[in-house]
């Protein structure tokens, strides 16, 4: 394995240990509004952003796997049925990579610099994933439970409240304002790393003369 490799497969073992414990740990402290706040999406976004499409859509479908896997009054409601479907494992995993990926090619067009205009770029991204996400997910549960569901009342009960006072769309605005106040702070900061500099130097192409 080269040093390279070592160094992706690293970036990936950390950072999915890192968004699996943060989404508990916010289970534990915000038990109380389930489905409002979370912070793995915006943390695989930022691993796609700083780290490359290959290690934020592994560690995305790696931490969004194993939370559905684990019963926990915390995580996925699937996991009330105390059995999760593959057809969801699969979804959620192609969701979580979703951010992933979607971070790194975010970090193509749009750098950190400007403060507002970065912010507001990474607002909307995270609005626009965080939507997609919400009603694929929905989607999925329809696909891998049919006889609870189908997939047109799984889209509208996306849009409104059944078990909890507010809808389970709430999620994308929440998750936008999530997007805008830790995204451009942890990018921004993970960039100026030493190290993050010496990385981006020897994945530069070599010039040829």
Known sequence: MTSLGSRKVSLIV??????IVVAYSKGLALASLPGVVEFMTVLIFITGYCFG????????????????LIPSPFAHPAA???????????VMALLGGMFGVGGAYTAKFTKPGREKRFTLTLAVV?????????????????LAYPAFTTIWKSI???????????????????????????????????KALPSMGEAERTEEPELVS
């Open 126 to 142: 995270g609005l626009i994933l965080t939507f997609v996400y919400d009603i694929m997910s929905s989607v999925g549960f329809a």
């Open 156 to 190: 509208i009960y996306t849009f409104i409240p059944l078990f909890l006072p507010y809808p389970p769309i709430i999620h994308t605005v929440t998750n936008a304002i999530v997007f805008a106040l830790v995204a451009p702070v942890v990018i921004t900061a993970i």
């Open 80 to 90: 009330w049925l105390f059995s999760t479907s593959p057809i969801l494992l699969v």
């Open 14 to 19: 950390i950072m999915s240990a890192v968004s």
């Open 53 to 68: 499409a290959l290690v934020g859509g592994s560690v995305g479908a790696i931490a969004l796997t194993i939370y559905m």
